[in-house]
C-alpha cells in the first residue's frame, strides 16, 4: 500500500495563509508544522518567502534582516539547535523616546542583540570575516522584539522560520560604534524587564561571536537568492534569554562598549 502523496505547493499556501490570517487578526494560530513538517528547512523557508511577498505586495519595504536562534540560551527556550534568518521591513522599528504601542503585537518577548548597519553589500565573494567586518559601517545596541503568531510560542524549528524568524520588531540605539572602537564579542550584556530576573549574557553566547553570525547570515541569505545590501539593519542574534513584555513593561539594556537603551511597553495590549 503506497502512502498519499503530499502536495507540497498547497501545504506552503495553507500554512502560509495561516500565518497571515493570524497576523491579520491579532489573534494566534495553531503550529503550522502539521502542513510543513517540523524541520523541512526548504518547505519553512518557502512559506516565509510567500508570507513576506504578500506583505511586500501591500506596501511593506525590506530595511534589514535578523537572526534568530544564535543563542544556546534561546535554542534550549525554543527546543532548537541551529539559526534562523527573518526580513525586518520599514514598520518594525519603534522609536524609544514614546512608549511601543503595536496592535500587530501578539504575545512578545525582548532580546538584547547588537545591531550592524552595512555600508557595502555582502552578495560577491568568499563572504569570509574579513570582508564582513569591511562591509559593516557601525554598530548600535538593539532590541529585539520578538512575536509568534503560533499559540504559546508551541513552535518548533519549522515553525519559527515560516513565521519569519518570530520577528515582531525592534529598537536600536542611537550611539554608534565602528568596528574599530567597539569588539562584539568581547561586549557584556545584562537585560532588566519589570518584575523578572535580569537576562545577562555576552557575545561570545552569539554564535561565538556576532560577526560569525553575520557571515552565517550573508551567506544563507545569498543562498536563497536574497544576498545583504548597503544600508540594511542587521539583527545579529540573542546575548542572552528573551523575557516576555506585557502592556506597561520597562525594559533597560547595557552593552558594555555600546551603550544602554530603555523602552517601555504601553499600558493598552
Request: glycine share 8%; net charge negative.
Amino acid at each position: 500500500m503506497t502512502s498519499p502523496t503530499i502536495d507540497l505547493d498547497a501545504a506552503v499556501r495553507e500554512a502560509a495563509d495561516r500565518l497571515l490570517a493570524a497576523a491579520a487578526e491579532h489573534r494566534p494560530c495553531a503550529p503550522v508544522r502539521d502542513l510543513i513538517g517540523a524541520s523541512d528547512i526548504n518547505l519553512a523557508y518557502a512559506v516565509q518567502q510567500r508570507v513576506n511577498e504578500t506583505r511586500i505586495a501591500a506596501g511593506a519595504r525590506v530595511v534589514g534582516r535578523k537572526i534568530g536562534l544564535t543563542s544556546k540560551a534561546v535554542q534550549a527556550q525554543l527546543g532548537v539547535d541551529q539559526p534562523d534568518l527573518g526580513v525586518l521591513f520599514d514598520d518594525m522599528e519603534y522609536d524609544a523616546s514614546a512608549p511601543v504601542h503595536d496592535p500587530r503585537l501578539i504575545q512578545p518577548k525582548a532580546e538584547a542583540e547588537i545591531a550592524f548597519v552595512l555600508g557595502a553589500d555582502l552578495a560577491e565573494g568568499e563572504l569570509d570575516l574579513d570582508q564582513v567586518r569591511a562591509a559593516i559601517e557601525y554598530a548600535v545596541v538593539a532590541l529585539e522584539i520578538c512575536d509568534s503568531r503560533i499559540a504559546d510560542w508551541d513552535i518548533r524549528f519549522g515553525d519559527t522560520v515560516a513565521d519569519n524568524a518570530s520577528a515582531g520588531g525592534y529598537v536600536l540605539g542611537t550611539e554608534r560604534r565602528t568596528l574599530a572602537e567597539f569588539s562584539p564579542v568581547e561586549a557584556e550584556m545584562r537585560m532588566s524587564v519589570t518584575g523578572q530576573e535580569d537576562s545577562v549574557g555576552n557575545g561570545a553566547a552569539c554564535l561565538g561571536d556576532p560577526l560569525l553570525a553575520v557571515q552565517w547570515l550573508a551567506r544563507a541569505a545569498r543562498d536563497l537568492g536574497e544576498p545583504l545590501q548597503a544600508g540594511q539593519v542587521i539583527l545579529s542574534g540573542a546575548l542572552g534569554p528573551m523575557r516576555p513584555i506585557g502592556p506597561g513593561a520597562e525594559v533597560h539594556v547595557a552593552i558594555t562598549g555600546l551603550g544602554e537603551l530603555s523602552i517601555r511597553m504601553s499600558e493598552e495590549s
